[in-house]
């Protein structure tokens, strides 16, 4: 596997992101060195608030919650997915499937040995995140779901359709970009060059590309069982499940419901749609979200 690293630079003087580096390597199954960073911000005895970002961002997207979250006490961890942000970044495509997505954040996860966790998942964070639960749910205190699911093979919608076919064929992939246009906020120039800095070149994107792909919209597709098993564990899961979707995302659309019927700590929580959200929330409503997660955390007997 030929890995490639953004070089620090890249980095320097981006808009309200000023958070220190933390890094922990993993080690894929075929013996290749990955290094995870993450932002770890607030006092490191508090109980953690995991942000688990999706595609095509990084922890950029939280960087409007983690003071917040600081600030209120809570310890805010949002680690960069493998290909994404200041983590590194595997160079082909085919380096790149959901089981190892997984496989790589559950290594972290425990080499962070982080423990009752309050998560917060959007887009691929979900559907990485929602792995986690299942895998760990003695990790997890809580979980808030936003705008992402848990796909087994059942469809897709049509606005998923047209970003999958989007994202394969379009020559150049514009991040910032997507962001953007995901966003019901006009972005400024330097936020949306803050989302392209992780990709100083094409051949960086790997990971961002390949992503809408691998999500599990046919029965046939990687991933479906694996799924189907997670659903197992989380429809036994009466630890607080909060969902936030957003009433601006045509992607996510009515995907809360699932959650309230089939996981026993969704039932009798005060679900929320986040008004004038899009797909990302985080860049419409932070404030918002930062006081939903600390109202949840303040509930706990």
Not at 231 to 244: G, I, M, Q, R, S
Request: charge should be negative; hydrophobic fraction near 40%; proline fraction near 8%.
């Amino acid at each position: 596997m030929n890995v490639l690293r953004t070089p620090d630079a890249c980095f320097a003087n981006l808009p309200d992101y000023t958070f220190a580096p933390t890094y922990v390597d993993v080690t894929d199954t075929d013996g290749t060195v990955l290094r995870i960073h993450s932002v770890d911000e607030g006092p490191k005895d508090a109980e953690p608030v995991l942000l688990m970002h999706g595609e095509p961002s990084w922890s950029y997207l939280y960087r409007h919650m983690i003071p917040g979250l600081a600030a209120r006490g809570h310890r805010v961890v949002a680690p960069d997915l493998i290909g994404f942000g200041r983590s590194d970044k595997p160079s082909e495509q085919s380096d790149y499937t959901y089981e190892r997505h997984v496989k790589w954040m559950s290594d972290w996860l425990v080499a962070k040995d982080l423990k009752d966790i309050t998560l917060f998942c959007q887009d691929w964070g979900g559907l990485i995140g929602l792995r986690l639960v299942a895998a760990f749910p003695e990790r997890f205190a809580r979980v808030i779901v936003a705008n992402t699911g848990l796909p087994i093979g059942t469809g897709r919608t049509d606005a998923f359709q047209a970003w999958l076919d989007f994202s394969q064929s379009v020559p150049v992939l514009p991040v910032g970009e997507i962001v953007n246009m995901g966003s019901l906020r006009e972005l400024s120039a330097a936020e949306k060059a803050a989302y392209d800095a992780p990709y100083p070149e094409e051949n960086f994107k790997a990971g961002a590309r390949r992503f809408p792909a691998l999500v599990p919209i046919t029965p046939e597709h990687p991933s479906v069982a694996e799924n189907k098993a997670a659903w197992k564990v989380l429809e036994a899961f009466d630890k607080p499940v909060l969902t936030a979707f957003s009433d601006g995302d045509p992607v996510s659309k009515g995907g809360e419901r699932i959650f309230h019927e089939r996981v026993p700590g969704a039932k009798g929580q005060k679900h929320v749609i986040i008004k004038d959200g899009g797909h990302f929330l985080q860049e419409d409503k932070p404030a918002e979200l930062v006081k939903i997660i600390d109202a949840l955390i303040s509930e706990k007997a």
